[in-house]
């Protein structure tokens, strides 16, 4: 059937071809056959990607300009499953900047104060009540500048 050289083995040429049918056949059934099998996802389940936990509705986006005689003043609520938020304050100007949370009582919660240097500052501030307002008023010692203050939602705890 298959030609035996002198020592008795296989000929290369015929160990050649059985590769090559080999690959040939292996590259058609992967190409082919359907591997789409939920098997393996329901075993071996990927973890929800960090980029993915929170959506474009949990970052609220607040403009305006603060000044030194003229503070501006955010009002927000917290979401029904918040248990806290990042601020984040990014400006255009110098001087020091200055956040000021209050609760729905009037009640200060943290003052969070940002250097002249820095045009963009962030912090995580919990616990809040969820489903409540709350007012950031942002005052600035220099001058007149523009902002942007973003209000990241933290629902169950999810941020950190």
Known sequence: MFKLNQR??????????????????????????????NLFNSLYPKPQAEAARYSKTDIETFRGTVSVS???????????????VILTLSTRGGGVKTMQLYDSAN???????????????????????????????????????RFLLYVNHCPDDQCF
């Open 8 to 37: 008795g083995y296989l000929s290369p040429t015929v160990l050649i071809i059985f590769a090559a049918v080999g690959i040939l056949v292996f590259i058609i059934l992967s190409q082919s056959a359907d591997f789409k099998d």
């Open 70 to 84: 003229s503070p501006a003043t955010v009002t927000f609520n917290t979401l029904s499953n918040d248990t806290g």
């Open 107 to 145: 009640n200060l919660v943290t003052t969070i104060t940002v250097p002249a240097d820095v045009n963009s500052w962030g912090t995580y501030v919990r616990p809040l009540q969820p489903s409540t307002p709350y007012r950031v008023v942002i005052t600035n010692t220099e001058g007149s500048t």
